[in-house]
């Protein structure tokens, strides 16, 4: 069965608002034959996703105005594997005590860093690749580990990644830029190129995929 997400523009929501609503979504979902499998909400930015497994788009229209009349802004199909390696999950968090409301303080809005390399690492000598293509993927994943991102896709001269802060994907990007010197070979500087981006979004607009617009 297919998998959506939405977006609900709610101005003045709250962990509280968006708890009950959820619990609400819960309690009829199978009079729709869906699985709301978690949320996000965000206080700040006054918004709200939902992921639910359903057989249509209507469907999670449908569940959304009986369980609690909030209809959804966007709704797009999604992959779930790309859902957990944007946001880090796919259902809800383990409650932290036994309290009926389980508050979810967990915002969708991530900040994305592109990096590129040129393709001078397949112009590397053979004997050279191995040792170089370690140390190489090695020095990112550890920047990434250190500040708390996420891979996303990786290619063998690309990444992208997620970070919940914009402060620690420019601190990481720094790192990155500080580290590349000390594991680059010696190399022609016309082909010698590092390109790192960084923009930020939430994963659900008006577009067809998830985080379309920040990427």
Sequence with gaps: MPIYMDRHDLPGVTLS????????????????NCKAMTYWVDEERENAFCLIQAPSKQAVRDLHNRAHGLIPHEIIEVNSNLVKSFLGRIHDPEPLDDSQLTLVSDSAFRALMVIETSNYIERIESNQFDLFYQKFHNSLNK?????????????????????????????????????????????????????IGISSGIPVTDKDNLFEDAI
């Design 17 to 32: 608002d968006a708890a009950k609503a959820h619990e609400k979504d819960l309690e009829y979902q199978h009079e729709y």
């Design 143 to 195: 920047s990434i580990k250190k500040f708390n991102g996420r891979v996303v896709l990786l290619k063998s001269n690309s990444y992208l990644v997620s970070f919940k802060s914009v402060t620690n994907a420019v601190l990481c990007a720094l790192k990155i830029q500080r580290n590349i010197k000390y594991i680059t070979p010696n190399f022609d500087a016309n082909y010698r190129k590092f390109r």
